[in-house]
């Protein structure tokens, strides 16, 4: 196996500690700034159309892009954040395009695909690697400027509660060697809401997991008294990354700055292995063994995304049950 070079990996602190931050894997300014740049145009779109339809009240044209965006948000609701992330939520409809749906542009995925994070990927997995669809933007502007119910109802625009991500997927990636893959595309401080971590806690195993509202069974926490103490802010600069093991504990704060919490989680796999959300669509990011089945173009990530978004709009059926029922001793 070829080993691509790039950023410098300290694998066995990985295995030890069960994340690991590395900084200066992106270019602020050639890499992050044109996602910045996508998701202002994306934002402008969103609200002329919505102002149009009577969505919201105003396009808010005149605001900067963090309290423009919060005035969308509280307008449109708890699916306004919809458009924006680069994952299909529900519901799932056949009467509005892709663009209504989720964001898929192509800043968005030549940062999936960014050589440099590759090579830091492949030198904790190997070189075949698959991109799990398990993704998110979280674009989280002060709570302070939200509605209450949205940052009680929507961890995309709120803190996240100490969850593993093994622990919010299927079964099925219980054996697998995903990664996460979190990033800031701006500074992440403690006070604006940057990551948490417990070292060392993927060793633990899998925790139970409890639904954080009563009525939401994909927002999952674990409870205290499992999780015990430990645990500490991670303060990131733009351009850097924190890989992290499928077990190990993270949350985040609350956004108490006046600016926007901004960041991106990816997660990734050896080719081959389940992905957790069968009904979503994965794509091979790199292989060196069958360089031709890597996607390359953004609309043919798109493509797949589209054609997902129609088979689920006529038939759900595929999509199965979380791994929690919330009926779970400690979680009553």
Not at 81 to 86: M, V
Not at 134 to 161: G, S, W, Y
Not at 199 to 224: A, E, T, V, Y
Request: charged share 25%; net charge negative.
């Amino acid at each position: 196996m070829v080993i691509a070079s790039g950023p410098r990996v300290d694998v066995q602190r990985f295995h030890d500690e069960g994340y690991l931050l590395i900084e200066d894997v992106f270019d602020p300014i050639h890499d992050l700034d044109p996602v910045v740049a996508e998701y202002e145009a994306k934002l402008d779109r969103v609200a002329t159309q919505w102002a149009s339809d009577g969505t919201i009240a105003s396009t808010y044209a005149d605001m900067p892009f963090t309290q423009r965006f919060a005035r969308v948000l509280n307008d449109a609701g708890n699916t306004g954040y919809r458009p924006f992330d680069i994952c299909l939520g529900g519901p799932f409809r056949t009467d509005e395009p892709l663009e209504a749906s989720m964001h898929a542009g192509p800043a968005v995925f030549d940062l999936i695909r960014h050589p440099r994070l590759l090579d830091v990927i492949e030198r904790l997995i190997g070189g075949e690697i698959l991109s799990n669809p398990i993704q998110h933007v979280r674009i989280k502007p002060p709570e302070a400027m939200l509605r209450e119910d949205l940052t009680k109802r929507n961890t995309m625009m709120a803190a996240v509660a100490w969850h593993q991500d093994q622990g919010v997927a299927l079964p099925e990636i219980d054996d697998t060697d995903i990664l996460t893959v979190w990033f800031p595309v701006l500074d992440a401080t403690v006070e604006n809401g940057c990551l948490c971590v417990v070292p060392r806690s993927h060793k633990r195993g899998m925790l139970l997991h409890c639904p954080s509202k009563p009525d939401q069974s994909f927002d999952l926490r674990i409870p205290d008294e499992i999780r015990g103490a430990g645990g500490f802010p991670v303060p990131m600069k733009r351009g850097s990354i924190l890989v992290m093991h499928r077990l190990t504990m993270h949350s985040s704060l609350s956004n108490k700055s006046d600016g926007v919490r901004w960041s991106f989680d990816l997660r990734y796999q050896p080719t081959g292995q389940p992905t957790g959300r069968p009904w979503f669509p994965s794509f091979v990011a790199r292989s060196h063994q069958d360089p031709s089945s890597e996607v390359h173009d953004w609309h043919d990530w798109a493509t797949l995304w589209e054609k997902t978004r129609l088979r689920l709009a006529e038939d759900t059926s595929g999509m199965k049950p979380r791994r929690w029922t919330g009926q779970e001793e400690p979680c009553a």
